[in-house]
């Protein structure tokens, strides 16, 4: 049964610093691996989504990396901004195109 | 604007009674699924279907009924014998046929049962 392990759970971070948010996954056999974005109350907004054979994507400020064999993918977002405050998931799709979802990082990013 | 779209937003419900949640996308997707958020947990699958007429259990969905008569509309009742109800509902869909399989969300129905 895939697992899928977020780390940290929180981070507080002073705007303007470079920060890490990380995801493992237990099975290695995926489609894809998505980086969502929640805010409170609200549904999920896709960040970025690494297919299988890819090892990183980027957008904007956001940069995802995929290591399928070790069961690991980073978050990098440069030069946090207080808008940037939210929880991120990582989601992994598997076969029957089951997608396993970890609990998430709590991000804020203090003025 | 294409898009995934759940009402009401927030919903109060008495014990015992069965309640519906609507889901409808335009995004021309084959696949679409039923997700449950409570705090300090990942999201967890109630049932998901890939094509119309056909829905398959997922973790958790004892409790719960779900139709697919139409490409765009997969609701979700929530009945009676579901033992914690109270939580927020997500709706999701994806195109089934090609990669990448990028999941596509609505923005949730809050549910109360009291």
């Known amino acids: 049964k895939q697992e899928v392990t977020q780390i940290p759970a929180a981070l507080s971070v002073p705007e303007g610093e470079n920060l890490v948010l990380n995801c493992s996954f237990t099975?290695?056999?995926?489609?894809?691996l998505q980086w969502f974005r929640q805010d409170p109350g609200k549904g999920l907004t896709s960040l970025l989504l690494?297919?299988?054979?890819?090892r990183e994507q980027t957008s904007g400020r956001l940069n995802a990396s995929l290591d399928k064999s070790s069961g690991r993918s980073t978050l990098y977002i440069a030069a946090s901004q207080p808008g940037d405050s939210a929880t991120y998931l990582c989601a992994v799709t598997g076969g029957y195109q089951k997608v396993t979802f970890g609990i998430g990082t709590k991000l804020q990013v203090i003025p | 604007d294409g898009g995934i779209t759940q009402s009401p937003k927030y919903l109060f419900r008495k014990e015992g009674q069965n309640v519906t949640l609507s889901c409808e996308q335009n995004l021309n997707h084959d696949a679409m699924y039923w997700y449950r958020q409570d705090p300090g947990q990942g999201l967890r699958l109630i049932y998901y279907s890939q094509i119309v007429n056909d829905f398959q259990k997922g973790d958790i969905a004892e409790g719960y009924s779900v139709s697919r008569e139409k490409k765009e509309s997969f609701p979700l009742t929530v009945t009676s014998a579901q033992k914690n109800p109270t939580a927020f509902y997500l709706c999701?869909?994806?195109?089934?046929?090609?990669?990448?399989?990028?999941?596509?969300f609505g923005p949730g129905t809050r549910l109360t049962v009291t």
């Open positions: 099975d290695s056999a995926i489609y894809n």
């Open positions: 690494i297919q299988s054979s890819q």
């Open positions: 999701a869909s994806s195109n089934r046929h090609t990669g990448p399989y990028e999941q596509y």
